[in-house]
């Protein structure tokens, strides 16, 4: 056999080898891409339960203003009135990242896909901050002028280091939340689950492709 030949078969076996690499590359990031839709599609019962009793909530609560109005204290009202805003937003934050789900598609450039899993993390961890700061109206709603007349300076002295503390927990939380703190153990506490699990594993799951595509 000629030098020629033996060159011609190497070349056609070492271009055979890159089209089966290639093929293997494709094939990895298709697989990859059908994961991470999986694993987002995960998310979605726990976003739509959500919404579901976040909606059924609000109702209840506003329900409770308009007909109490006239006769409740101060404290409830104001605490009723907090508790129904912020539960709004939260709802209003887990529609939106319902949308984002739904427009993660995998022929679209990974860039893109990127920063709406950005978009989903960082929701993620507004919604978590916002719901930390009812904490302390739940110190509130069933106050009353006529309880700390009833109970005096001991409630009072009671019920105002029971509100500051939650107070100064939803702040801490809310100033603290953030993905710098993920590997902290209370992070770690209170992120986890269906919630965030599967968007983290997806996340991975993209830079992976992303280092196939650059190879």
Known sequence: MENTEILDLWKNYSQQLE??????KQLTRDITGLKVQSLLASMKPGKVLAVVIGILWCLGVDYLLIHLWSHASLFFLVSALLQSAITSIAIGIYLYQLVLIQQVNMDDPILATQERLARLLSSTLWVARLSWLQLPLWTTFFLSRQLFVENGLPAIIFQILATGLFTGLAIWLFVNIRIDHRDQKWFKLLF?????????KAMDMIDKIEDYKSE
């Open 192 to 200: 986890r689950g269906k919630e965030w699990t599967p968007m983290i």
């Open 19 to 24: 089209a089966n690499l290639q093929l293997n």
